[in-house]
């Protein structure tokens, strides 16, 4: 799992996969983790001192985004608005470093949790966005 932090990443989400609107205020942002299950056979007609690993499938986790949260703002709205519901398939999430897209992902379903952080007076919400799979461009 890699967490980004810092002023330097961005998340952007787009319910059309044209239109991209930034995500205000991120603290962090969890990378999804891919994994591969497989499986290691020994070929009948080799003779190969290994068996050749097999690939039977591959899992993709979440992206996870903490931000400042602000009741307020626009885009907090809007992604409040979209918590439970289906996207369609045109639906991405992106990762940006500076102005570089970093990573884009295809997005099914978000989630959220919101935390009082009653010592500052401040909400946190974490949006979780679950990824359908990667998009290479």
């Given at each position: 799992?890699?967490?980004?932090?810092?002023?330097?990443?961005?998340?952007?989400?787009?319910?059309?996969?044209?239109?991209?609107?930034?995500?205000?205020?991120?603290?962090?942002?969890?990378?999804?983790?891919?994994?591969?299950?497989?499986?290691?056979?020994?070929?009948?007609?080799?003779?190969?001192?290994?068996?050749?690993k097999v690939i039977l499938?591959?899992?993709?986790?979440?992206?996870?985004?903490?931000?400042?949260?602000?009741?307020?703002?626009?885009?907090?709205?809007?992604?409040?608005?979209?918590?439970?519901?289906?996207?369609?398939?045109?639906?991405?999430?992106?990762?940006?470093?500076?102005?570089?897209?970093?990573?884009?992902?295809?997005?099914?379903?978000?989630?959220?949790?919101?935390?009082?952080?009653?010592?500052?007076?401040?909400?946190?919400?974490?949006?979780?966005?679950?990824?359908?799979?990667?998009?290479?461009?």
């Amino acid at each position: 799992m890699s967490i980004l932090s810092g002023r330097s990443f961005s998340v952007e989400f787009s319910t059309d996969g044209t239109n991209f609107t930034t995500v205000p205020q991120v603290e962090t942002i969890t990378i999804p983790n891919i994994t591969y299950d497989s499986e290691t056979v020994q070929l009948l007609d080799s003779n190969a001192q290994y068996g050749q690993k097999v690939i039977l499938g591959s899992t993709i986790g979440d992206l996870t985004v903490t931000v400042a949260y602000d009741p307020s703002n626009t885009t907090h709205t809007q992604l409040d608005g979209l918590v439970g519901s289906e996207m369609a398939s045109t639906a991405k999430v992106r990762v940006k470093k500076g102005e570089t897209v970093f990573k884009t992902y295809s997005w099914i379903g978000l989630s959220q949790e919101i935390q009082e952080i009653a010592k500052r007076s401040v909400l946190r919400a974490t949006y979780t966005f679950h990824v359908g799979a990667p998009i290479t461009s």
